[in-house]
């Protein structure tokens, strides 16, 4: 038998603290699980709607052939082909971009799509040189061009709505695909030789879905974008932010004014260089604008993004719009998850507090429960969330906890009188973590203030209390 009653009951408050340290984690199993299965919600949508869209052009692309014949080593001749591609990049692209945002849902999971009207206007000077024979490497190499064609490259063509073009002011008809190996996805035009003698105006109208992601890549020589959305909650990002933004309660805009001296999109649109979307939009799924902690696993964008940098290869430059959720469930209540260990730890102070200032003995299976009833908390929060939002979830699941734990610790703690703060301070907390929440670059300053709070009202609480005393006697 041990002689320190002290010592047996901190052993045993410390069996009670592993296995509610188990059950919280099996908690946070159940919220990871959720999240995978919102992910896998998501991405059928986006399979059976559209994706992320980037928009790429237009810009005049010419495929040419350079053929010759050499001789071998037993002296035969012997073919050879090298197949390149002359580009002319637009002097000046104007996108005057307006979206409508749409909520599709597949059970519980709701993803935010868009509608974009986009309507696209670039200049290019006058292009003589597209039709003249393009130089050859090899001597006496054989060079044929095929006819020049304006592509406009995206990152999911299954959002085209509709689409026309007008060249000059003439209407041409558009095609499917761009024909270009790096960037297939698209549209394109073939351009009629009479209109390479004279500067070319291209007029396009888009109408394009896509799924809370657009991104535009300046390959003019002088890019001007302008974007406008009913959705409050804009994130900027890509390589360049906006020159002018504006964000109310329902709506932002924006806009974008680039030149190519300040951009490598040029040079690496002619090296073919991979156009790699961001995948902020899938992490903002599972964990919303302000979790950076967490990250989910990498969608195919992400496998050829980290591909290509392994190869030392820099994809296209452009800059991005996400239209995040910022109350997103699922990311909230993993973070919620994230504070149970400092929860419990915080619980068991103020029980323990009671214990020694009032002399009173309360056994390790009633610290289990009321710990219990913490963990229990958090696995309320995302099964209510998921039917009632996140705020309304956590107000529910916060009171029933609190009155629990009220009517619990009135009856461990010999009365009401006694029950009632602690109950208060259970609510304080579940008040602060709310708090930290909501905050994004206050959350870690906020925080420490409010441990040192604690730890300074834990110390004045029991700065007289004789410890030798209570080890030889405590409860």
Not at 59 to 74: G, L, P, Y
Request: proline share 6%.
């Amino acid at each position: 038998m041990f002689k320190n009653r002290f010592l047996v009951k901190a052993a045993a408050l410390l069996i009670t603290f592993l296995l509610l340290m188990s059950g919280l984690t099996l908690v946070q199993d159940v919220v990871q699980d959720r999240i995978r299965n919102r992910d896998n919600a998501v991405q059928g949508i986006v399979g059976s709607l559209a994706g992320p869209q980037t928009l790429m052009g237009p810009v005049v692309v010419q495929r040419c052939t350079e053929s010759w014949t050499t001789t071998n080593a037993d002296k035969k001749p012997e073919a050879s082909t090298r197949v390149f591609r002359r580009y002319a990049m637009p002097d000046t692209l104007e996108h005057q971009a307006e979206l409508q945002m749409d909520q599709r849902a597949r059970g519980l999971h709701k993803v935010s799509t868009y509608v974009l009207g986009n309507r696209i206007e670039a200049r290019f000077s006058a292009l003589p040189d597209l039709l003249q024979p393009a130089p050859a490497r090899m001597p006496q190499a054989r060079v044929s061009c095929e006819a020049p064609r304006l592509i406009l490259a995206l990152s999911d063509p299954r959002g085209i709505r509709n689409a026309n073009l007008a060249l000059n002011g003439d209407a041409i008809a558009l095609q499917p695909g761009t024909r270009h190996p790096a960037y297939p996805q698209g549209l394109s035009a073939e351009l009629p030789p009479a209109l390479l003698k004279a500067p070319l105006a291209v007029a396009l109208t888009l109408e394009l879905l896509g799924t809370e992601r657009l991104a535009f890549v300046p390959l003019a020589d002088s890019n001007q974008v302008s974007l406008a959305g009913n959705w409050p909650h804009p994130s900027f990002g890509g390589s360049f932010l906006p020159s002018q933004r504006s964000v109310s309660d329902s709506s932002f805009s924006a806009s974008w004014n680039l030149s190519a001296l300040a951009s490598s999109a040029q040079q690496s649109f002619a090296d073919s260089k991979p156009l790699c979307p961001a995948s902020d939009v899938w992490r903002d799924y599972a964990i919303g604008p302000t979790a950076a902690a967490v990250e989910v696993a990498a969608t195919a964008a992400d496998a050829a993004a980290a591909a290509s940098t392994a190869s030392g290869q820099r994809c296209l430059e452009s800059f991005s719009t996400t239209f995040v959720d910022p109350v997103n469930p699922y990311a909230l209540s993993d973070r919620a998850t994230k504070y149970g260990l400092l929860f419990i730890v915080l619980t068991f102070v103020a029980v323990a507090m009671f214990e020694v200032l009032k002399q009173l003995r309360v056994h390790p299976v009633q610290y289990l429960l009321v710990g219990s009833a913490l963990c229990s908390f958090f696995l309320l929060l995302i099964g209510l969330s998921e039917h009632i939002g996140f705020s309304p979830a956590y107000g529910v699941a916060a009171s029933a906890c609190v009155l629990l734990l009220a009517f619990y610790a009135s009856h461990i703690l010999g009365s009401a009188r006694r029950g009632l703060p602690f109950a208060g301070w259970i609510a304080l907390l579940y008040g602060l973590l709310f708090v930290l929440l909501q905050l994004e670059q206050t959350a870690l300053v906020v925080g420490s203030i409010a441990l040192f709070a604690v730890l300074a009202i834990v110390m004045v609480a029991t700065r007289k209390v004789d410890w030798y005393a209570f080890g030889k006697s405590g409860a």
